[in-house]
C-alpha cells in the first residue's frame, strides 16, 4: 500500500517558468514532509521540509505547501532553470525519521 | 566537509553469494540509516541506528539482512544468500540526530545474477 504518491512520473517546464509538482499522502498521522531532488549517480539531496503545523515554507526559489484537509503536498520551483532538471521525491514521517518516500517525479526545465 | 560516502559503488554477485556494503556517514553525524531503492520506486527504509544500536529495524525485509555499526561511526550492510530480487541500489544517509534532515550517500548498485 503506497502511503505517499506521486502521480506524475514526468513533467516538463520552460526555463524562466513555474514548476509544481504534487504528492498525496494518505497517512493522516504523518507530521513531517520533505522534498529531495536526485540527479543520477547520485543519492538524494535534502531540498525543503514542512511541518504539519505550517501550511507553507519558502526557501528562496522553493516552496513547499501543504494541505492537511486534502493530504496533499506541492513544490513550487519559481523560476525554473536548467540545473533544476532532476527526480524530485516527496516523503513523509510520524516522528522524526522513517521517510516514507513517493515513487519520484522527472522534472525536465528546457532551455 | 565530507558527505556520506559508500562502497563499493557497483556490486555484481551470484545469487547465494555473501555481500557487505559499507557506509561512511558525516563525521559528528549520530544517526544512520539505510534504505533500499528499486528500480522506479523511492527509497524504501531499512533500519536506524542511534549511536551503535539498531534502533528500528522493521524495514529488514528478512532474516537474511543485517546490519551493525560498531564503534558509532561507519556502518556495514550485510546480505546473506543474496537472491536475484536483492537487487537494487542500497542507500545510506545520516544526521546531526533523529529530528534532523537526512543527507544521502551516492549509493551502492547491487545485482544479483
Known amino acids: 500500500d503506497q502511503q505517499v504518491k506521486q502521480n506524475s512520473p514526468s513533467l516538463s517546464v520552460q526555463e524562466g517558468r513555474i514548476s509544481i509538482l504534487n504528492c498525496d499522502y494518505t497517512?493522516?498521522?504523518?507530521?513531517?514532509f520533505l522534498w529531495y531532488k536526485k540527479y543520477p549517480a547520485e543519492g538524494p539531496t535534502f531540498l525543503i521540509s514542512?511541518?504539519?503545523?505550517?501550511d507553507k515554507n519558502e526557501d528562496g526559489r522553493f516552496t513547499v505547501f501543504l494541505n492537511k484537509s486534502a493530504k496533499h503536498l506541492s513544490l513550487h520551483i519559481v523560476p525554473s532553470q536548467p540545473g533544476d532538471s532532476a527526480v524530485y521525491f516527496c516523503?513523509?514521517?510520524?516522528?522524526?525519521?522513517?521517510?516514507?518516500f513517493g515513487t519520484g517525479t522527472r522534472l525536465k526545465v528546457l532551455a | 566537509g565530507a558527505g556520506v560516502s559508500q562502497t563499493p559503488s557497483n556490486k555484481v554477485t551470484e545469487k547465494g553469494k555473501y555481500v557487505e556494503l559499507r557506509c561512511d556517514p558525516i563525521?559528528?553525524?549520530?544517526?544512520l540509516y539505510w534504505y533500499r531503492q528499486s528500480l522506479g520506486q523511492g527509497p524504501e527504509f531499512l533500519i536506524y541506528?542511534?549511536?551503535?544500536?539498531?534502533?528500528?529495524d522493521s524495514g529488514l525485509p528478512n532474516d537474511r539482512f543485517f546490519a551493525v555499526r560498531p564503534e558509532g561511526s561507519v556502518s556495514t550492510l550485510k546480505i546473506q544468500r543474496t537472491e536475484r530480487g536483492d537487487s537494487a541500489v542500497y542507500l545510506c544517509?545520516?544526521?546531526?540526530?533523529?529530528?534532523?534532515?537526512?543527507?544521502f550517500g551516492p549509493g551502492t548498485r547491487l545485482t544479483v545474477t
Open positions: 514542512i511541518s504539519s503545523i505550517k
Open positions: 563525521s559528528g553525524h549520530t544517526a
Open positions: 497517512n493522516s498521522m504523518f507530521d513531517y
Open positions: 516523503a513523509a514521517s510520524r516522528g522524526t525519521y522513517k521517510y516514507i
Open positions: 544517509a545520516s544526521s546531526r540526530g533523529a529530528g534532523n534532515e537526512q543527507y
Open positions: 541506528f542511534q549511536g551503535t544500536g539498531a534502533a528500528d
